[in-house]
């Protein structure tokens, strides 16, 4: 489903070019979404040789940041981290600005670093542009690091590659977008699945082929989301049904397939799928998303109210559906109570742009000091904030808001 049903309208939490990649809060596996890198991700850790990655290193490589795009609010001291704090917990407080500029600091030491490093900082810096919307930027950076799939990034030992997995299919995504040419990332994913493929074919590890095979799954479920983005539906379709073949029908994949059916406006195909969903949850929180794809808010309204008042508000996922809930009363014309609930979210959950930029249309649409409102509404969330964190609630995805976020 689009981003922005119109320019001044409503839109929905998330969508493929966000990152983390969280369509209607059901977690879609875009490989181009980075992750926070887990060791039981990785099947095997490859031997690194001596090789020199040093050109990666030059600063010139790396862009300033500006601080003019955030709100006077987050500027608060209160908000900003210590000046020693590692970089491990910048990225998980959600301190995304400044992790970038740390880590393209230790990026840029004139020491050559050891590449494990190297790439983790790399992967860091990326990542954290990503999660700041900063995507043309972290595009441009990833240029740097050339094909991937040459032999300098391969050990001449094993043949392993000398890249972790998460930023390799990061990379091939961005650089599709630094060379403006979608094609090359479609196809380096398809190159990437090639050798998933390969490599579960050779190892008779149970736990280490699951992961080879979850990450086959994904790749074909991005490689979708790619060819959705560049226009082409038909092919986006072919490759939902492949990964219908080739992996486990779980909950979970049900619902990003399900998912890309409705973006790709293949209700048909995405209710044949409710069927198969073992979870109610899921499955009514996707029939609830189909009610909204065929246009039917009236129906959506009743069935997000019902999913509202079973779900606790500390429920992972129950802010998706106080949200849903919100922007369907707006197509049916309760802007009040959608207003309200929008409200009451931000005082009870970490924010995330798609609600603050919800609520700010909101205020467009019900008031005359619209710049008035959204300017206290970025007061507020930046409060809450501070407040949070002092009562050892930690504030996350709402740490890094831009004015684009509240309208301003």
Same mark, same amino acid.
């Given at each position: ?233 038909? #092919?986006?379709? *072919? =490759? ?5 073949? $080739?992996? @486990?029908? /779980? ?5 990003? +397939? %399900? ?5 790709? #406006?293949?209700? *048909? =195909? ?5 069927? $198969?969903? @073992?979870? /109610? ?5 996707? +029939? %609830? ?5 065929? #246009? ?13 008042? /079973? ?6 996922? %129950? ?20 207003? /309200? ?68």
């Amino acid at each position: 489903m689009p981003r922005r049903m119109r320019e001044r309208g409503p839109h929905y939490p998330a969508g493929p070019q966000e990152a983390p990649w969280t369509m209607m809060g059901i977690p879609v596996a875009n490989p181009a979404s980075p992750r926070p890198a887990s060791p039981a991700s990785t099947p095997a850790t490859p031997r690194i040789d001596d090789r020199d990655f040093s050109f990666l290193q030059r600063p010139e490589l790396y862009h300033p940041l500006s601080h003019l795009d955030t709100p006077a609010p987050f500027r608060a001291q209160d908000l900003q981290p210590p000046p020693d704090a590692p970089l491990p917990d910048l990225m998980r407080r959600g301190h995304y600005r400044a992790a970038a500029v740390l880590a393209s600091g230790l990026i840029s030491t004139p020491v050559p670093l050891p590449p494990t490093e190297l790439f983790s900082l790399i992967y860091t810096r990326l990542a954290a542009l990503t999660f700041l919307r900063l995507d043309p930027l972290a595009a441009q950076e990833s240029k740097a690091l050339g094909d991937l799939s040459t032999p300098l990034y391969r050990s001449p030992a094993t043949g392993e590659h000398l890249v972790p997995w998460d930023l390799r299919v990061l990379a091939t995504r961005l650089q599709a977008r630094g060379f403006g040419d979608w094609r090359r990332g479609v196809h380096g994913l398809y190159e990437l699945g090639r050798e998933v493929r390969t490599a579960a074919s050779r190892t008779d590890d149970p736990a280490e082929r699951e992961v080879w095979r979850i990450r086959l799954r994904d790749l074909g479920i991005g490689v979708a989301g790619a060819l959705v983005e560049v226009g082409d539906l038909e #092919g986006a379709g *072919r =490759a939902l049904d492949g990964v219908a073949d $080739s992996a @486990a029908t /779980a909950d979970e994949d049900v619902g990003r +397939r %399900a998912l890309l059916y409705l973006r790709l #406006g293949d209700v *048909r =195909a995405a209710t044949s799928l409710l069927s $198969s969903t @073992a979870s /109610a949850s899921s499955g009514d929180v996707l +029939r %609830a998303l189909t009610a909204v794809a065929e #246009g039917r808010f009236s129906d959506a309204v009743t069935q997000w109210k019902t999913l509202h008042e /079973a779900t606790p508000s500390h429920y992972p996922g %129950a802010e998706m559906i106080a949200q849903n809930l919100a922007v369907c009363l707006v197509y049916t014309g309760a802007l009040d109570e959608a207003r /309200a609930l929008l409200e009451s979210l931000t005082e009870t959950t970490p924010p995330f742009p798609a609600l603050t930029f919800n609520l700010a249309t909101l205020y467009e649409l019900c008031s005359e000091r619209a710049r008035d409102l959204k300017g206290e509404l970025a007061a507020r969330v930046a409060r809450g904030i501070v407040d949070g964190e002092r009562h050892g609630r930690k504030g996350g995805v709402g740490r890094e808001m831009v004015n684009k976020d509240f309208k301003l």
